[in-house]
């Protein structure tokens, strides 16, 4: 890969039916790079249908990565509960193998008001059971815990960069505006750049070379995300953001979560080819 792509999250609007490749279809017109597709409540799709897509975004050229299911909490009270997360995470693997994805992405606790380092120990527990599977079955997929927006949620920068550093074939999904709406902060060059340094030590130079990002324009207060806007209409400083990754050399997709998703992809993309001299 050569710098970033960028795209956008489940079907963007104007495309030409509700189907994954009418998606992949209005991605490719539109000029962007990447679908990112929307299991948010479970996977959907048969054997046939799953690898007819993988054909389909491969032939026009656009990269596909999955977002599994919003309820996935590896800290349940449960073990039946635990179990039924780790399976919407391999489900959404197993499926998005067929499909070609690139990376499967998901929310990965809630605290539930427990010690954080003991919810720490759960969630590895829980993960490392999940890509042990994973490799016995030869899956490719990558999963992706992601940074979350809310203090309440499992899932600071430090505890995803842990998780993947101590859990064989993890790799972080960073959402900066996740990160922006849970601290409160972490809005400026400095802080951005600080975010990629600290993303190179703890895991290396491959990790800046295959980077998984969400970005939007978010809403927030003291308790963290409230929702995602568009970028013009929030304070993200999604353009020195986007001056880091450059001067970083960073490599990988950039999703946009806004509620125009295509509008602010195409945003992202321009800004960046603006900013990297390319385009």
């Known amino acids: 890969m050569n710098g970033l792509l960028f795209g956008v999250a489940g079907v963007p609007e104007g495309a030409k039916g509700k189907s994954s490749e009418a998606g992949v279809d209005r991605v490719r017109e539109l000029g962007l790079d990447a679908m990112e597709l929307a299991w948010v409540r479970g996977v959907r799709m048969g054997e046939e249908a799953a690898r007819s897509l993988g054909r389909h975004a491969e032939a026009r050229g656009v990269v596909l990565t999955a977002h599994a299911a919003y309820y996935i909490n590896l800290n349940s009270d ?118 990629l340094r600290k993303l190179g030590d703890v895991l290396g130079r491959g990790a800046l070379e295959d980077l998984h990002i969400h970005l939007s324009g978010i809403s927030y207060s003291s308790k963290g995300e409230k929702k995602h806007l568009m970028l013009p209409e929030s304070d993200m400083n999604y353009r020195d953001l986007l001056r880091a990754l450059c001067e970083f050399g960073a490599e990988g997709v950039v999703i946009s979560e806004s509620p125009d998703q295509a509008a602010d992809a195409l945003l992202l993309k321009r800004t960046y080819e603006e900013i990297c001299g390319s385009g």
């Open 78 to 195: 449960t073990e039946e509960k635990r179990a039924k997360s780790r399976n919407y995470i391999l489900q959404a693997a197993r499926v998005g193998a067929l499909c070609g994805v690139r990376s499967v992405v998901f929310h990965a606790a809630s605290y539930m008001g427990r010690d954080p380092e003991e919810v720490y120990r759960t969630v590895k527990e829980q993960l490392e059971e999940v890509v042990e599977v994973l490799r016995e079955e030869g899956n490719p997929v990558r999963l992706r815990p992601e940074t979350t927006g809310k203090p309440s949620q499992f899932g600071s920068l430090e505890e995803v960069l842990r998780l993947c550093s101590e859990v064989e074939d993890l790799a972080p999904c960073i959402d900066f505006a996740h990160l922006h709406a849970r601290t409160g902060g972490l809005n400026s060059y400095e802080e951005f750049a600080e975010v």
